[in-house]
């Protein structure tokens, strides 16, 4: 986790300058760090390295230009940085599985066919609850993506307080990583968020009674922020049942949620766990507020 703010920094240089040339003496600048010491941090955190995260991530944004704009491939190609349309359209099919102009033909009919259901249908897995759920909404988004085609997102429509809150959640049994630490990481964009977003996740027993907790209350994100990636550490310990994550939204704005994952990581990973122990007193105090 200590590199973590190191890694969100480089993304979010990373992704303001996706259009512009980008040097490995650019991201040494960027890093502080010796190129050889950084890429590997790099590749151990993020799973790829720093090379194909920066291809990965114009290649999805050329995807979302190619299905919701009429750009020429051509331009496209040398705006994110490509030799040719050729060297593009090779690394466009290899991620994509279709070349760029077959991609905005199959997915542009594919939307417009199935746009309502797609709009309309739940998504697999994932559901909304928080302090007033009828006042957010949840869905998948094809044009906000950091990898792959599409993303979820939570935004809100009616909220009326602050204080109201929702989460795109989803959960599942905790019997594969009983006795490890778990590190859950994802990539979060954010528009106008006014009084906090963040991950979160939680680890509870067969009664419910909550073990492990963070939801990023120390480290909120908050207002407009381009995609960055995000990590959560928790124990899971012999009693655990229950495995309940997702992504947190309190008062207005947008969230998008891609590319999570979960891996098992050595107990030199520090926990991330918000421990409410220390705020237990020992036996009642000041009980004639005089104190």
Same mark, same amino acid.
Not at 69 to 91: L, M
Not at 194 to 206: E, I, N, P
Not at 222 to 235: F, K, P, Q
């Given at each position: ?31 502080? $760090?010796? !190129?050889?010491? /950084?890429? #590997? ?5 993020? +799973?790829?390295?720093?090379? *194909? ?18 750009? !020429? ?12 349309? *050729?060297?593009?359209? !090779? ?12 991609? #905005?033909?199959?997915? !542009?009919?594919? #939307?417009?066919?199935?746009?309502? %259901? ?33 993303? +979820? ?24 990583? #009983? ?12 528009? =106008?968020?006014?009084? /906090? ?10 009664? *419910? ?5 963070? =939801? ?9 922020? %381009? ?23 309190? +008062?207005?704005?947008?969230?998008? $949620? ?27 105090? =000041? $009980? %004639?507020?005089?104190?």
């Amino acid at each position: 986790m200590k590199n973590d703010w190191l890694i969100q920094k480089t993304i979010n240089w990373v992704e303001s300058h996706l259009h512009e040339q980008i040097s490995a003496d650019d991201i040494d600048a960027v890093s502080g $760090l010796s !190129r050889y010491h /950084f890429h #590997r941090v790099f590749q151990t955190s993020v +799973g790829m390295s720093v090379t *194909e995260y920066i291809r990965m991530r114009r290649l999805a944004n050329a995807a979302s230009i190619l299905l919701h704009t009429n750009e !020429r491939i051509i331009d496209i190609a040398f705006y994110y940085q490509f030799e040719s349309q *050729e060297s593009f359209t !090779r690394a466009f099919k290899k991620l994509y599985g279709l070349p760029p102009g077959q991609y #905005r033909k199959v997915m !542009r009919a594919m #939307r417009k066919n199935k746009e309502e %259901s797609i709009m309309e249908e739940k998504i697999k897995g994932w559901f909304i609850s928080g302090s007033h759920p009828y006042n957010y909404e949840i869905g998948i988004d094809q044009k906000n993506v950091h990898q792959g085609k599409a993303s +979820g997102y939570l935004k809100s429509k009616t909220v009326q307080a602050p204080d109201e809150f929702a989460t795109m959640m989803q959960q599942f049994k905790a019997n594969e990583f #009983r006795n490890k630490r778990v590190k859950l990481s994802g990539f979060v964009k954010t528009e =106008n968020v006014k009084q /906090f977003s963040g991950l979160w996740m939680r680890v509870d027993s067969a009664s *419910e009674d909550s073990l492990q907790f963070d =939801n990023m209350s120390d480290r909120p994100i908050i207002g407009t922020n %381009s995609w960055n990636r995000y990590s959560i550490v928790l124990d899971v310990p012999e009693n655990s049942a229950i495995i309940a994550f997702g992504i947190l939204l309190a +008062g207005t704005g947008e969230v998008w $949620l891609d590319g999570l994952s979960f891996e098992v990581v050595d107990k030199d990973t520090p926990t991330t766990h918000i421990s409410f122990d220390n705020h237990l007193l020992e036996e009642p105090t =000041n $009980l %004639s507020f005089e104190e």
